[in-house]
C-alpha cells in the first residue's frame, strides 16, 4: 500500500471519529449544575416596568394590563416569574403581575 493511500485512510478515520464526537461534547461542557439563574426585573428596569402592574401610575397603563396577558410574555418558569420576548428584558426574568409601556395585548 502506497504512502498515499495509508495517509488517506488514517485522515478519513481520524475525520469520522471527530465527526461522531461532535454530539457527545455538548454533555462534557454543558453540566445542568453550571447552569445560572436568571435575575429577576426590578422596579424601574426599563420602559418603566414594574413588578405588579397595579402599582404603575403611568398614563399608558390600564387595569389589568399585566405581563401574563402581553404579547411579548414567552411564559411562565417559576413562581409567577416568566421570560419576556423584549429585547430590554432578555437578560430577566418577569413577574407575570408586571407590567411596562410596551404592553401589547396577546391577539
Not at 27 to 52: C, I, M, R, W
Not at 77 to 100: I, T, Y
Request: glycine share 10%.
Amino acid at each position: 500500500m502506497s504512502k498515499v493511500n495509508e495517509s488517506r485512510r488514517v485522515f478519513l478515520r481520524t475525520a469520522a471519529l471527530g465527526v461522531a464526537a461532535i454530539p457527545l461534547a455538548r454533555f462534557a461542557t454543558h453540566s445542568p449544575q453550571a447552569k445560572a439563574e436568571t435575575p429577576k426585573a426590578e422596579d424601574g428596569h426599563a420602559l418603566d416596568y414594574v413588578n405588579d402592574g397595579a402599582d404603575s401610575d403611568h398614563e399608558k397603563y390600564k387595569e389589568g394590563s399585566q405581563c401574563d396577558g402581553c404579547a411579548f410574555w414567552a411564559g411562565e418558569e417559576s413562581d409567577g416569574w416568566g421570560k419576556c420576548r423584549h429585547p430590554e428584558f432578555s437578560d430577566v426574568l418577569v413577574n407575570a403581575k408586571g407590567w411596562c409601556n410596551t404592553w401589547v395585548p396577546k391577539g
